[in-house]
């Protein structure tokens, strides 16, 4: 979070390339985020985020700047959850 404050939050959606967050402050869209992820495969993910936009029930985080190999990853993570 800016400011260099922790949080831990529910996430609502998540996606390849970006995620909402349940969160009941608004974070300033255009502002730089870092967030990190602990999937159950248990290897946390550290990216780098842009707030797109703030919605009724959370924020809208785009990943920038994502290492392919950690795309990959966070792409096999949300086709298993999803079925697919």
Do not use: C, Y
């Amino acid at each position: 979070m800016p400011g260099g404050r922790t949080l831990n939050r529910e996430t609502i959606d998540v996606g390849p390339h970006g995620v909402k967050v349940r969160l009941e402050e608004t974070v300033g869209a255009g502002n730089r985020v870092r967030l990190r992820f602990q999937p159950p495969d248990r290897r946390p993910l550290d990216l780098e985020s842009i707030v797109w936009r703030n919605d009724s029930d959370g924020p809208v985080f785009v990943f920038v700047n994502m290492p392919a190999e950690d795309f990959e990853r966070l792409k096999s993570l949300v086709d298993n959850h999803r079925g697919r």
